[in-house]
């Protein structure tokens, strides 16, 4: 629940921002305006537990972020598909440890989130230290150095960091 003035904004920001998808996706009919404003304040209650006032996004971050995350998502979906129609597919699948720098939260599950994206890297368990359990499909590949690429990348999309969590 909001505690400071800032914090109120927030939350009034986002119930417009809710209420005003609201009046795109259901149109500017009178008689459903009050169903539209609870939904719209449920959404701003939520967003506010989900992902507090303090964790902004970085547009320049994002941007860089997509830059490097498209081709790269592609190169490794096309990889992904070399080995499965190799007569032998060259594969050494098995488990990398990783340790995250970002702490336990709602920052650490989008980056896990985001890894999963990836093709032939998909992040199963994490402990509460940081260590993040990745399957991969071949062990071979530089997989540590990669999830550190991506881990950096995906941090500059947030204003903090990910420091906050």
């Given at each position: 629940?909001?505690?400071?003035?800032?914090?109120?904004?927030?939350?009034?920001?986002?119930?417009?921002?809710?209420?005003?998808?609201?009046?795109?996706?259901?149109?500017?009919?009178?008689?459903?305006?009050?169903?539209?404003i609870?939904?719209?304040?449920?959404?701003?209650?939520?967003?506010?537990?989900?992902?507090?006032?303090?964790?902004?996004?970085?547009?320049?971050?994002?941007?860089?972020?997509?830059?490097?995350?498209?081709?790269?998502?592609?190169?490794?979906?096309?990889?992904?598909?070399?080995?499965?129609?190799?007569?032998?597919?060259?594969?050494?699948?098995?488990?990398?440890?990783?340790?995250?720098?970002?702490?336990?939260?709602?920052?650490?599950?989008?980056?896990?989130?985001?890894?999963?994206?990836?093709?032939?890297?998909?992040?199963?368990?994490a402990?509460?230290?940081?260590?993040?359990?990745?399957?991969?499909l071949?062990?071979?590949?530089?997989?540590?150095?990669?999830?550190?690429?991506?881990?950096?990348?995906?941090?500059?999309?947030?204003?903090?960091?990910?420091?906050?969590?």
């Amino acid at each position: 629940m909001p505690d400071s003035p800032a914090s109120r904004h927030v939350l009034l920001t986002r119930g417009a921002g809710f209420l005003a998808l609201w009046l795109v996706l259901m149109g500017p009919a009178l008689k459903d305006l009050p169903v539209g404003i609870v939904a719209a304040a449920a959404a701003a209650w939520t967003s506010a537990i989900l992902w507090p006032a303090r964790g902004g996004l970085s547009l320049p971050g994002i941007l860089r972020f997509l830059v490097r995350f498209l081709p790269q998502s592609v190169a490794a979906g096309l990889d992904v598909a070399r080995r499965a129609f190799a007569p032998v597919p060259p594969l050494q699948p098995g488990f990398v440890t990783y340790r995250t720098a970002l702490p336990a939260g709602m920052a650490r599950q989008a980056c896990c989130a985001v890894m999963s994206l990836q093709p032939g890297k998909l992040p199963v368990a994490a402990e509460v230290d940081g260590t993040l359990h990745i399957h991969c499909l071949d062990l071979r590949e530089p997989v540590t150095e990669q999830l550190a690429a991506d881990e950096a990348a995906f941090c500059e999309t947030l204003q903090d960091g990910g420091r906050n969590g």
